[in-house]
């Protein structure tokens, strides 16, 4: 679930900051949870680890990254077979025949 993060409002924009978990689906809250004084959501950057982002996902994903891990990679041909790209499985690899 989110984490959202929320301020008392105040006339001058330094009410109290603080964060809630909420389900997306649920509504906004209007008032503090404990002293019952007006909130509002406000928005910030959002918290993705670095480790999970486009560039960094290629990185982790790259032929010599995967075959440093042991797993086997395999790339549909024209022919319809998968062959080995890296890894220490079988060199090809085919889809069992239907029925």
Known sequence: MPLYRYQVV???D???IFEVVQGMADAPLTV???TGVPVRRIFTTANAP???TGQNMKANLSDKNLDRM???KYV???NGKYEKVIGKGPSK???PPAG
Do not use: A, M, V
Request: glycine residues 10%.
């Open 32 to 34: 503090h949870p404990e």
């Open 70 to 72: 042991g797993f086997t």
């Open 14 to 16: 330094t009410g109290e």
């Open 50 to 52: 670095k480790k999970w």
């Open 10 to 12: 105040t006339d001058d």
């Open 76 to 78: 549909k041909s024209d």
């Open 93 to 95: 690899i085919s889809r």
